[in-house]
Structure formats: structure tokens, C-alpha cells
């Protein structure tokens, strides 16, 4: 991530969103005080930051403005879950 004083910023930019690569593994571990603890893995390194991302915007000093979208509902399930769901009733 490119952090420019605002002064420094070469204006904006439609963009889409850049991929990274896979992120690092999870971190088990412990302490005396907790028996279990979890670090996230890193964020992966850009894997497609080319002309038109966000990562190439940011690189340049531009604002990146990425509209975005999310629903990750597998609709094509629903009616199968729902039925699923009456016949454990």
C-alpha cells in the first residue's frame, strides 16, 4: 500500500481490483496465560497489479476509487438448503 502526502497525490483513478497471491499460513502459538493463540498470515504480494488495478494507481501516486461488489450467495443452493431445512423439522 502506497501512503503519499496528500500534497503528492497525482489525482484519481477508476480502477478495478488487483489479486494477490495466496496469503502467508496462520501462526499457531501459546502463552503461559492463553492456550491457544492465532496470528493471521500476511497479506500475499500483488499477483496482478498491472495497468488498470488499484496496486498500478496507488504505485503511481494516484487515488484509487475501485466500486465494488459482494454477495457470495450460491443461489443455485438455496432451494436444495431450504428443502434440507423442512425435512429436519
Known amino acids: 500500500m502506497c501512503r503519499n502526502p496528500y500534497a503528492q497525490l497525482q489525482g484519481t483513478e477508476v ?3 488487483g489479486k494477490r497471491h495466496k496469503a502467508e499460513p496462520v501462526i499457531k502459538s501459546s502463552t503461559r496465560t492463553v492456550s491457544r493463540l492465532y496470528w493471521v498470515g500476511a497479506a500475499g504480494k500483488a499477483q496482478d497489479a498491472g495497468e488498470g488495478t488499484d496496486f498500478y494507481a496507488t ?3 494516484r ?4 466500486p465494488l461488489q459482494i454477495d457470495l450467495t450460491q443461489y443455485s443452493q ?3 438448503v431450504r428443502s434440507w431445512l ?3 423439522r
Open 86 to 88: 423442512e425435512s429436519a
Open 63 to 66: 487515488v484509487s476509487v475501485t
Open 78 to 80: 438455496m432451494e436444495a
Open 59 to 61: 504505485a503511481q501516486g
Open 15 to 17: 480502477t478495478r481490483l
